[in-house]
Every structure is written in structure tokens, then in C-alpha cells.
């Protein structure tokens, strides 16, 4: 079995987000910023509302923008979220006239519940900040300076690898967003036992054992850990068995009963409850239908 990827873009998202992110469709309207125009050709004032999300990165020259009611200075380092609807005006200095990468773009919720796709057109904000001075800004711009020449260069398939990129920035700039709050020492602390729980999988993990991982008393880790992921410690765990047992039910030469002792259940009746009510069918249906076509 591969091993599991690191979970810190994860942590470092928004609960809501962590939750809805996985399962946005992106649709990319235009990118700008390094077509090589020179500063003069750049419009000194800009006042609009789009109707789709814009993410636009300071990388020289100074200005302001306005978003809403408030202004704000725009210089180097500096990221500015535009949701659909919210009216923004740009005002570049005339001697050292703020130079952007700007991404736009609108997203769809897609998700497959029990077989069925549901596609839901509704695309609130991001839980990003209008306004937020990039932390590392080295690795937000090297994302974002991928985007751009990938979209401008348009070599085939780019579109799709446009997509990937945009994901990738998002993820990055949540990295970024939340490295500067105070609950990021939380976070690590519960990546560090996410990361125990997957070398863990195979066996029975108590909460007192998890606890002890991070010096934490059960109560307090339950709560930290539900305030950072949505999910008590042992939900958690379960989730990660529950994927595991889904690879090896894929691999499809293994019995039901042999895949619930090999994530340490004893119980195949219980194991399989568990994963009917996590999943909606049971190990045996998931195994037919995914595997055999039946």
C-alpha cells in the first residue's frame, strides 16, 4: 500500500473548507500578468463588480484598492480575494503603478453520493481574506507565476493543468493564511497524530494513547482535534480505516472478513456496520459494484 500523503494542506484549511474543497469543479475565465506589457500601458483606474472570484497578487509598484467600504494600500506581497458581486476599485500611483497576477475564475460543487453525481451551481466566497500579506511569498508567486505562463502559453492540455495549478494556489495560500493564526501550534499537534493514526491503521488506537502522543489530556485533545478537523480523534480513525479497507476491497482478492482483521477488527459484523454507515453500502456491495461491476 502507498504511503499516505502528508495531511498539512489539510490542516491548515478552514474547517468548512477542508470539507467542501475536495469537491470543487473550476472553471478558469482568464489569467493575467506577465504578457510584458509595460507599466504605462496599464489603466490607472479600474472601478467594477465582477460576477465570478478574482485572486490577484501584488508583485510591484504600489496603489490602492478599494474592496467595499474599505481601502487598502496595495504593495508588494499583498493578496486581494474578490468574491462574485463585491464592488472593487483599483487606483495605481503614477510614479510606481502597482503591477498584478490576477487569476478569474467561477467553480461548481461536484459530488458522488451512493453512485449518483449531484452538481450544485452555487458558489459562495471562499473563506480566504479579502486582504492578507503573504507570509511566504516566494512559494504563493512561484504557484501563481506557473498558472500564468501555463495559461498564456496554451500548449495543449492546459486547461486542465491551469485547473491543477489554481487548486494548488488556493491550497497554498490557505497554507500561508493559516500559519500566521494562533491556533497553527494546534494544528501541528494534530497532524502529528493523523500522521500516528496512519502507522497505526492496523491495529486498536485508544484515546488515551492518541493523548499521549502530544501530551494532551483526552478532553482537551478530543476538543482541539474536533475544532481543527470537524471530527472527534476516533471518527477520524475510523475515516482512515474506512479508506484503507476501500483500497483493499479494490485490490479484489480479499474476503470481507480478511480486510476487517487486517485494520484490527475481530468483529467482521461490526466492521462491516461501520462501513455501511460511513459509506452507505456495505463492504460486500462496495466490493460488487466497484470491483466486479455487479
Not at 22 to 39: D, E, M, Q, V, W
Not at 136 to 158: A, R, S
Not at 217 to 223: E, F, G, Q, T, V
Request: aromatic share 10%; net charge positive.
Amino acid at each position: 500500500m502507498m504511503e499516505p500523503r502528508s495531511p498539512s494542506w489539510f490542516l491548515l484549511i478552514s474547517k468548512e473548507d477542508s470539507m467542501i474543497l475536495p469537491h470543487l469543479f473550476f472553471h478558469i475565465h482568464t489569467c493575467n500578468g506577465r504578457s510584458g506589457k509595460a507599466p504605462a500601458a496599464y489603466s490607472r483606474h479600474i472601478s467594477r463588480t465582477l460576477q465570478h472570484h478574482m485572486l490577484a497578487l501584488v508583485t510591484e509598484g504600489k496603489g490602492v484598492l478599494q474592496v467595499g467600504d474599505h481601502r487598502h494600500p496595495a504593495k508588494v506581497g499583498m493578496l486581494f480575494y474578490i468574491a462574485p458581486g463585491v464592488p472593487h476599485i483599483l487606483e495605481r500611483d503614477h510614479e510606481d503603478p502597482a503591477l498584478f497576477l490576477t487569476v478569474h475564475f467561477s467553480y461548481a460543487r461536484v459530488s458522488l453520493q451512493e453512485g449518483k453525481w449531484d452538481i450544485s451551481d452555487e458558489t459562495p466566497a471562499l473563506s480566504l481574506q479579502p486582504v492578507q500579506v503573504v507570509k511566504e511569498y516566494y512559494p504563493v508567486e512561484d504557484t501563481f507565476g506557473k498558472l500564468i505562463d501555463c495559461w498564456n502559453t496554451k500548449l495543449p492540455g492546459y486547461e486542465f493543468m491551469a485547473k491543477t495549478l489554481l487548486q494548488q494556489l488556493i491550497i497554498t495560500l490557505y497554507q500561508d493564511e493559516r500559519k500566521q493564526t494562533p491556533n497553527f501550534a494546534a494544528s501541528q499537534k494534530v497532524e502529528k497524530m493523523i500522521h500516528f493514526m496512519h502507522q497505526n491503521s492496523q491495529q486498536k488506537i485508544t484515546l488515551k494513547e492518541l493523548s499521549g502522543q502530544v501530551d494532551l489530556s483526552p478532553a482537551y485533545l478530543s476538543r482541539m482535534f474536533k475544532e481543527t478537523t470537524g471530527y472527534s480523534p476516533i471518527e477520524y480513525f475510523n475515516k482512515i480505516k474506512m479508506d484503507k479497507a476501500k483500497e483493499l476491497l479494490i485490490e479484489g482478492n480479499r474476503k470481507v472478513k480478511e480486510v476487517a482483521q487486517a485494520l484490527g477488527y475481530s468483529d467482521e459484523f461490526y466492521f462491516s456496520r461501520l462501513f455501511k454507515r460511513m459509506e452507505g453500502i456495505s463492504p460486500s456491495e462496495y466490493s460488487s459494484k466497484k470491483v466486479h461491476g455487479l
